[in-house]
């Protein structure tokens, strides 16, 4: 990987990219996802490989989890068992998937990175306008289904959302919150059981992408801190 002082910023990319950490901790404060921003400027506005894009990502996102965490244990969405529960499969199904997720970035060209990146984004804009028009539908199955059937459900779908959030550094919630929906979980328990899950993959995330020198610390800095500010200010 290359030095982190072989990447120099002018004035106002600077200006910027705080601005996009400030608005992009807004949106997770405000309604849960809101990093992806953060890795879209990271990706179209610097010269970086795909794993320094979604390590730097994956590491602003860690101080973001812990907030959000803290904010909805304390509001009790988490006092039920069957939240704890929840909470407990999706977290440790990420334990595999956040590592492995970074793995993958390793061998993804960066044009790959580029169209997978933007098909993310794609699909998530497609599944806003539906939430937005349509509505998301309960699905009746999972919640009347066998306890060992809703634990391989969660975890099948925990894996999956770590593994596509750590390869592609857009963290998990913007992806979790609408499948648990779906699922049949309350609105408030999945966000915060999202926010949860979300410091396993994040963590995990940076641990393997600095493992390979891809997570710029002054970066993390820069983005990062006006992202927590946001969150602070959309709550």
């Known amino acids: 990987m290359r030095s982190e002082s072989a990447i120099v910023l002018s004035a106002q990319l600077g200006l910027?990219?705080?601005?996009?950490?400030?608005?992009?901790?807004a949106a997770i404060g405000a309604v849960g996802p809101?990093?992806?921003?953060v890795t879209i400027a990271l990706f179209l506005l610097l010269p970086l490989t795909p794993a320094e894009v979604a390590g730097t990502a994956s590491a602003t996102f860690v101080g973001t989890g812990l907030i959000g965490t803290a904010v909805y244990r304390h509001s009790g969405e988490f006092s039920t068992a069957p939240a704890r529960k929840m909470v407990l499969v999706l977290c440790a199904s990420s334990l595999?998937?956040?590592p492995l997720g970074a793995r993958l970035n390793a061998v993804l060209p960066a044009a790959a990175f580029g169209n997978l990146l933007a098909a993310f984004v794609g699909i998530l804009g497609a599944i806003i306008i539906y939430r937005e028009v349509a509505g998301l539908h309960q699905t009746a199955w999972f919640t009347g289904a066998a306890t060992w059937t809703r634990h391989l459900t969660l975890a099948g779908t925990?894996?999956?959302?770590s593994v596509t959030g750590a390869?592609?550094?857009v963290g998990g919630p913007i992806l979790?919150?609408?499948?648990?929906v779906v699922l049949g979980v309350p609105t408030l328990i999945a966000v915060g059981a999202s926010q949860v899950q979300s410091v396993i993959i994040a963590a995990g995330a940076t641990i393997t992408y600095a493992s390979v020198g891809a997570v710029l610390g002054w970066l993390v800095l820069l983005v990062g801190i006006p992202q927590l500010v946001g969150v602070w200010l959309g709550w």
């Open 16 to 25: 910027l990219l705080a601005a996009v950490g400030l608005l992009g901790g």
């Open 158 to 161: 925990g894996f999956g959302v």
């Open 96 to 98: 595999a998937g956040a």
């Open 176 to 180: 979790l919150v609408p499948i648990l």
């Open 167 to 169: 390869m592609l550094g």
């Open 34 to 37: 809101g990093g992806v921003f």
